[in-house]
C-alpha cells in the first residue's frame, strides 16, 4: 500500500506575508476611520484602543477588504478567517457600541486629522499637535486622580481599617478621598423575561446616586424613589453628599472630591459655596474640588455602577427591597442607602441649599472653564481655582457676607399625583409578582377611579 505524504503545506494555507496583508489593511482602515477611546481599557495599553463609528460592521470592513486589489502572490481570505485573525491580532481595535461614552474633543480632533490626510504636512501636524496635547493633559489629569487614590488607600490600610462609622467630623489627622455620580434611573417592577406589555409602559422610577470611597474600596448607592424625588439638581446632590459625609466619612481634615463635569448637578457656585460652608463650621480643614475632562471622566463609581446594573438586568426586582438586595449582592463593594420608601416616607433630608448660600456669597467667575477649586480654614472665603492640573493657579474671593453656621430650610418631596397612583394600581402593579407588593407596600391599597398616565 502506497502512503499519502500528509506533511505538506496546503494549497490554501497562510503564510506570513497574507496575515500581515491583512492586518495592515485593518490597521489602516482604522487609522483613516476609528477614534482613540478615552480613559483605560483593562487590558490594553491606553494609546492604543481604538474604536471604529457604529455604522461599520467587521462584514463590511471585509467587504472592502475583499473588493481591494492585493499585490501579487497574497492570497484573499474569506469572512471566518478575517474575522478570527482580526481578533486574534488586533483585540484593541473594535467596532464602537452605540451610546459609547466617546469624548467630543478627540472626535472633532480625528476627524479633523482625517480630512487633512491629503492637506499640507504643516496642517496635519498642526491638527495632530492638537490632539496630542488634548491628550496629555486628560492623561494628566487622569494621573492626579490614580494619585490620589493610591494616597487614601495607603492611609486607610495604615490607620482606618477598623475604624468603626461614623466619626466625628475634622477628627482625623489626615485625608480621604470620593468620587460621587448619579448613574442611570431604574425603573421597577423588573424582570429579566421581560413581559411585552410592560414595554409600552412607564414602571415605578428610581434614581442612583453613588458615592465611592477609594480609600476603603466602599460604594455607598443612594435609592431615590419616585415617590421621595426632589429632582437631580444641585440641592439634590449637596443634600446626598453631605448626609454621606455625616453617616459614613471617616471624619478627615482634608477632604479631596471628583466629580464629572455636569454643570447643573456638581460643577456649579452652589457646590463650591457648600464646600466653602464646610470649612467655615469646622466639618474640614481644607477641600479639594476636582473635575477630569469632559469626555475622559471614567471612575470609581461607574465601576460600581456597572457592577450593581450587571446584576439588576439578570434579576427580578419587585420593589425597593428587592432593589436593596440587587445592590448588595452585586458585589461587597455596593452598600444600599435608602433615600425613602414607596409610600413617600422620606430616610435622608433634603435641603434648599441655594437659597441658604447665595446670600453669604458671590458667583466664581469663569467658573467651567476651571477643573480644580482648592478650599483652606487658613484662608476664608477664598477659592483657588485651576484651570488644569498644571496649570497657574488664582485666588478668588467668593464671600460677600456672613455664613451661617444652621442648616437650610427642608425641601419636602412632592407627592405623586392620584392619576400617577392609579396607574400604578391598574397598569403596572400586575407584574410584581409578590404578593405583599401587589396589595400593600407600593400604597396601592385604595386606588379610586382608573386614570391614564404618561
Known sequence: MQLLNTSGRQKTALVLEDVRHIVTFITN???????????????????????????????EVWQQYDTTSSPEGIKKVKYRTFVRLW??????????????????????NYRAITHKANSEDTEKL???????????????????????????????????????????PNSFASSQHYSFDFAQQVMYPS???QPGPIYFMVPKRCGLFGVHSEGANRQHN???????????????????????????????????LHADNCSGQNKNNTMLQYLMWRIHTGRNSSVSLHFMIAGHTKFAVDWGFGLLKRKFRKTKVDCLADLAKVINDSSHVNIPVQVGDETGRSFVTMYDWSTFLSSSFIKCPNLLQQ????????????????????????????????IRSGMPSIIEPVPMTNQRQQYFFH???????????RGYSLGWTNPGDSGAYC
Open 29 to 59: 482602515f482604522a487609522d483613516q476611520h476609528g477614534l482613540v477611546l478615552p480613559g483605560r481599557v483593562a487590558g490594553f495599553p491606553r494609546d492604543a484602543v481604538k474604536v471604529l463609528p457604529t455604522s461599520f460592521t467587521k462584514k
Open 427 to 437: 397598569h403596572i402593579r400586575q407584574f410584581a409578582y409578590n404578593s405583599v407588593i
Open 222 to 256: 443612594y435609592m431615590i424613589d419616585e415617590a421621595v424625588s426632589v429632582g437631580k439638581g444641585t440641592n439634590t446632590v449637596i443634600s446626598l453628599l453631605h448626609h454621606y459625609l455625616d453617616h459614613y466619612s471617616y471624619g478627615e481634615q482634608h477632604l479631596h
Open 126 to 168: 498642526e491638527a495632530i499637535k492638537q490632539q496630542e496635547e488634548h491628550l496629555k493633559t486628560a492623561s494628566q489629569e487622569r494621573a492626579l486622580y490614580q494619585e490620589q487614590i493610591s494616597s487614601a488607600r495607603a492611609i486607610f490600610d495604615l490607620s482606618l481599617k477598623n475604624t468603626v462609622l461614623p466619626q466625628p
Open 371 to 402: 477643573h480644580h477649586f482648592h478650599f483652606d480654614k487658613d484662608h476664608s472665603g477664598v477659592v483657588l481655582t485651576q484651570k488644569f492640573v498644571n496649570s497657574e493657579k488664582f485666588k478668588v474671593k467668593i464671600q460677600k457676607g456672613r
Open 87 to 108: 481578533r486574534q491580532l488586533l483585540p484593541f481595535i473594535a467596532i464602537c457600541k452605540p451610546a459609547s461614552d466617546l469624548c467630543w474633543q478627540c472626535q472633532q
Open 191 to 193: 424582570n429579566p423575561l
